[in-house]
């Protein structure tokens, strides 16, 4: 069966180098149960027995006339794309960070199925990983954490093991049958509607490029003046990669006393991490950092396995700002940035994205110091995650972080999502220009208790405002 392969998700592949490729991935560490000694050879053996579903065997077809098409194959080999690994124990949390990172690091072959699973023995504590490693054009962070979800259960007692990739079933609405004439009615309709996302489209890139080339103002927000950092440094075949565990009552609780979302706090934490490690580099940016944040545009009635994301480009908080100042700043700029992508509608919003993109990959193979224009720092997203402990034939989830990918120019991918009372920080970077992130993600984490000591003062001069007599 072969289907065409969607606009952004075909960008994935056109961007693709060998020392930039377009996959993603997610990193589950797990607690043995007892009384189990075989708990990793039997899903390992699940894994290799399964048949995989769409996306998951899948190929892309380029041909020499016509759109890229998916091909669906009928067989793959087990032994390629299932992997059983083993850390010299007790390994440690960092060892697997950098065994991640060398996995992680190479490209997935076109001619097979894009993805990959390792399962991972000999952490410390009685622990194991698994790593599933897909290409971003078969699914985003979204669809592929409802996969994710789907294979674990809320059960130790359930021992029967859910490949995620016999579970992926890329479903679309079924066209409605109907005459020539209501045909020819429906597809020129929603070609009228795709041609005039892209003109709404081209005029917005068009505004902020101009906006761009007048240069970095702090009394106004211009598109492509990201300050240059060694995030925007050449990016090579070599990727470091950490997490960090916050808790989730925690950051509510900052979010409530600022009147802030949990994106905000999330933002904010990580840009001040972020900047103490510049810092701490010697390379403390002239003004704000910019972040990419993608934006679901996912129709909750529509299940599909694909991508369908939006993007903002929100500046920060200033370099040296107090935490609570950042955070401030951070909403301020957020809101303004979700107001502006608003106005463009769904079609026009997925089509900024994809030009927006293109055009980020353009400025950096031309050399964007030329012009003075680029783009941002770093991609920080969010994925929804579980809200209750889960299991994997009796293995208890202790943690869950993504491994990302990075777009050309942009060296440091965050991801962060929500399990079990917690909200874990993925971070991967360009290796060769972030050599260690595992401080980045220490300081993520002090960042937090900053803007819990800010929350803390805030609260309690409104408690004493409000006692005050008239």
């Known amino acids: 069966m072969s289907t065409p392969i969607p606009m952004l998700d075909l960008m994935f592949f056109l961007t693709e180098t060998v020392d930039n490729p377009r996959h993603v991935g997610s990193v589950l560490i797990l607690k043995r149960p007892r009384g189990n000694p075989e708990v990793v050879r039997e899903i ?4 290799r027995a399964a048949k995989p579903l769409p996306p998951f ?3 892309p077809v380029f041909r020499k006339s016509g759109m890229p098409l998916w091909q669906e194959v009928e067989r793959i080999d087990p032994s390629h794309h299932v992997l059983h690994l083993a850390l010299p124990s007790p390994g440690s949390d960092q060892q697997l960070h950098e065994l991640i990172a060398d996995l992680h690091a190479p490209i997935l072959e076109r001619h097979r199925p894009g993805w990959k699973v390792y399962v991972i023995e000999g952490l410390a504590g009685n622990r194991f990983a698994i790593y599933h490693k897909v290409h971003h054009a078969l699914v985003d962070g979204e669809s592929g954490m409802a996969i994710l979800r789907r294979s674990l259960v809320d059960s130790p007692r359930d021992r029967h093991i859910r490949p995620t990739v016999a579970l992926a079933t890329a479903t679309r609405p079924r066209p409605t049958p109907h005459g020539l004439r209501e045909t020819l009615e429906l597809e020129a309709q929603r070609l009228a509607r795709r041609t005039l996302s892209i003109g709404r489209s081209s005029i917005r890139i068009a505004e902020e490029t101009l906006g761009g080339l007048l240069g970095y103002s702090p ?3 211009r598109a492509f003046t990201a300050p240059r950092t060694p995030m925007n440094d050449p990016i090579f075949n070599a990727r470091s990669i950490s997490h960090v565990a916050l808790p989730l009552r925690d950051m509510k609780a900052v979010a409530r006393v600022w009147d802030a979302t949990l994106n905000d706090v999330a933002l904010c934490v990580v840009d001040a991490g972020v900047n103490r490690y510049l810092r701490a580099m010697g390379r403390a940016p002239e003004h704000p950092l910019v972040t990419i944040c993608p934006v679901s545009l996912h129709d909750a009635k529509v299940k599909q396995a694909t991508t369908n994301v939006s993007a ?10 107090p935490i609570d100042r950042r955070l401030r700043t951070i909403m301020a700029n957020t809101r303004a940035a979700k107001a502006q992508l608003g106005t463009l509608g769904r079609d026009a919003a997925y089509s900024y994205a994809v030009m927006a993109f293109a055009l980020s990959e353009t400025l950096t193979i031309a050399r964007p110091e030329a012009l003075g224009l680029l783009p941002a720092n770093m991609l920080i997203s969010n994925v929804r995650g579980p809200d209750r402990p889960l299991y994997l034939n009796g ?14 120019g942009v060296g440091l991918n965050v991801t962060f999502m929500s399990y079990a009372g917690r909200v874990v920080f993925g971070f991967t970077a360009n290796g060769s220009a972030l050599p260690e992130v595992e401080s980045m993600a220490r300081y993520t984490a002090e960042a937090l208790g900053a803007l819990q000591r800010a929350s803390a003062k805030r609260a309690g001069s409104a408690r004493r405002t409000t006692r005050r007599p008239a």
């Open 57 to 59: 065997n899948r190929i």
């Open 219 to 221: 009394a106004h927000a």
């Open 44 to 47: 390992v053996a699940a894994y």
């Open 312 to 321: 903002i480009w929100p500046g920060l908080g200033p370099v040296s700002a």
């Open 395 to 408: 293995a208890r989830l202790e943690a869950l972080f993504p491994v990302s990918t990075l777009i050309a």
